[in-house]
Structure formats: C-alpha cells, structure tokens
C-alpha cells in the first residue's frame, strides 16, 4: 500500500492550497484517513480526519478554515486550505487506517508527506 500526497507549495498568507492523498495497492476499504502536520521543533499533530461514512474532526486551530474530504471511488482525500497562515507552515502527512487483501484488519499507513510553506 502506498499513500501518494501532492499539493504543497509556497503560498502567502491568506491564501489557498488544496492538498491531495491517493491511496493505491491492494485495498480492501479504508477506514478512518486524514492528515497530519508538524512543523520544525514540534510534535506531529491532527489536522483533520474523516470516517469511511463522512463524519469529520478537525484540529481547532483550522477550523473553519480548512475542509477535508474524501472520494471513496479513487481512495483518494482532499484537505480544501483557506486563510492560511505563517503558523500553518509544517510538513502535512497523510495518514490512514487501511484493509488490504491477505492481512484481515485495519492497519495504520503514513504518506511520505508534502511541504506546506506560507510566507509573504
């Protein structure tokens, strides 16, 4: 199984990215996926998350401002990035619980992760 993020980049503040995960290999279902960030010096923190069935949490520090979703069809999940600001510069993981053919249970994947940078 492999988790493919793109859409990092350098942006200013206040604007946009959107950021992309596709999950690919052997998949059975896909649980629980999201992403994750950590910036320089600090500990890796949730982001966002959404369930097989849509429901959503989000880190209160974006809220409001970021949207996450998922196309279940492409095993896919989107993070919508609005107002950003210089504290959302981080690396962004994407994170994911995942059944795959001949090993019965959900197990943890993580992206490679894509940088986020936003600065003026």
């Known amino acids: 199984v492999q988790l493919v993020e793109s859409g990092g980049g350098l942006v200013q503040p206040g604007g946009s990215l959107r950021l992309s995960c596709a999950a690919s290999?052997?998949?059975?279902?896909?649980?629980?996926i999201g992403w994750y960030r950590q910036a320089p010096g600090k500990q890796r923190e949730l982001v966002a998350g959404i369930t097989s069935g849509g429901s959503t949490n989000y880190a209160d520090s974006v809220k409001g401002r970021f949207t996450i979703s998922r196309d279940n069809a492409k095993n896919t999940v989107y993070l919508q990035m609005n107002s950003l600001k210089p504290e959302d510069t981080a690396v962004y993981y994407c994170n994911a619980y995942i059944w795959v053919n001949a090993r019965p249970g959900f197990y943890d994947y993580w992206g490679q992760g894509t940088q986020v940078t936003v600065s003026s």
């Open positions: 290999g052997s998949i059975v279902s896909i649980n629980v």
